[in-house]
């Protein structure tokens, strides 16, 4: 059953402010309580801001993740504290060192220095029917990068994609970038929910969507 937010993220108390908690070791500088509950900053991790705003990301808890973009690991290793096997890719060796890391305290994350944009390289090694991709990849062509990457999930899996626009097109108007990209994530996805982040993060839009069937595309 979905709930309001997945089983292994709560509000908790930190210095007087509710906040969303993973149980989990600190990775940057986070707040931790005394029953090892950190604090979870929705203005440093869109997925964060999407559960802050209330989106429906059809997370229980204890799903398998492919996670594209994890660069040193802030909002994976949250995913991590939550959810089952999350294989973390992320093409920027200095970051990912970090990442290995954060991956120190978490058997069930395993990061991939590897190219989003090329999933047969690491094909051999993520499983597949996956329950669900997220995405936040700084860079053009992000909706070929979940196009590419859907053949992980499994049929009633879900994609959670934060898009950048500037990372796209630095001139034309977000909104405009935003279609354009939807349009062509229709190609492989049926579109659930979009929602601006405006509130935590500049001219970045949420999306949640399944992956078509084969005979509906
Ligand atoms: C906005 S940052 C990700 C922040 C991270 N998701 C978080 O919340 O902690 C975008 C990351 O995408 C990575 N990236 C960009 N293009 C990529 C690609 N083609 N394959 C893998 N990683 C990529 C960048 O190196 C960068 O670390």
């Not at 029953?35 to 398998?64: F, I, N, T, Y």
């Not at 051999?124 to 860079?139: I, P, R």
Request: negative net charge; contains cysteine.
């Amino acid at each position: 059953m979905t709930r309001d937010l997945p089983a292994g993220v709560e509000r908790r108390r930190f210095d007087g402010r509710d906040r969303l908690a993973t149980p989990g070791e600190p990775v940057y500088g986070e707040p931790q309580d005394e029953d090892g509950w950190r604090a979870w900053d929705a203005g440093r991790s869109k997925l964060g801001a999407m559960l802050e705003l209330g989106m429906d990301l059809g997370l229980a808890g204890d799903e398998s993740v492919l996670y594209l973009g994890a660069a040193s690991g802030t909002t994976v290793s949250h995913v991590a504290d939550f959810a089952g096997p999350t294989y973390a890719v992320e093409f920027a060796p200095r970051p990912t060192r970090d990442l290995l890391g954060v991956a120190a305290s978490r058997p069930n994350l395993f990061p991939l220095l590897k190219d989003a944009r090329a999933p047969e390289t690491y094909a051999h090694v993520v499983e597949s029917d996956l329950d669900c991709l997220v995405q936040d990849v700084a860079t053009r062509g992000q909706a070929t990068v979940a196009l590419r990457n859907r053949r992980f999930l499994a049929s009633d899996g879900r994609l959670i994609a934060a898009i950048k626009a500037r990372s796209e097109d630095v001139l034309s108007d977000p909104a405009d970038v935003f279609e354009g990209v939807l349009e062509e994530l229709r190609e492989g996805y049926e579109l659930i929910e979009t929602r601006r982040l405006d509130r935590f993060h500049d001219d970045h839009l949420a999306v949640v969507a399944e992956p078509r069937s084969a005979d509906a595309r």
